[in-house]
Nanobody, 117 residues
Framework: QVQLVESGGGLVQPGGSLRLSCAAS????????MGWYRQSPGKQRELVATIYTATGNTNYADSVKGRFTISRDNAKNTVYLQMNSLKPEDTAVYYCKAAKRGMLDFWGQGTQVTVSS
């Protein structure tokens, strides 16, 4: 089992910044990729960013390119999402995901991000 604990969400004004953290524990061996997803009311959950465990290669949704950065700290077993230039449309519950081969996915509890003046 892999446990994912998220933190860093909150209320921020448009143009502001937040950094989300996802701390992984348990049996993290075999995790191929980790990512951040988000879901706002009435919408489907969407992929925000991914980072591959072995290479550190990253991918981003077009809507966040140039504003968000996903990174990892191997010593702390933690993945981050730095969010800059936040917009109201970024408001959502953000979820951390870890994936292993064999169709094994693990999800965090989610953290609320609200962008509003």
């Amino acid at each position: 089992q892999v446990q994912l604990v998220e933190s860093g969400g909150g209320l921020v004004q448009p143009g502001g910044s937040l950094r989300l953290s996802c701390a992984a524990s348990g049996n993290t061996f075999g995790v191929v990729v980790m990512g951040w997803y988000r879901q706002s009311p009435g919408k489907q959950r969407e992929l925000v960013a991914t980072i591959y465990t072995a290479t550190g290669n990253t991918n981003y949704a077009d809507s966040v390119k140039g504003r968000f950065t996903i990174s990892r700290d191997n010593a702390k077993n933690t993945v981050y999402l730095q969010m800059n230039s936040l917009k109201p449309e970024d408001t959502a519950v953000y979820y951390c995901k870890a994936a292993k081969r064999g169709m094994l996915d693990f999800w965090g509890q989610g953290t609320q991000v609200t962008v509003s003046s």
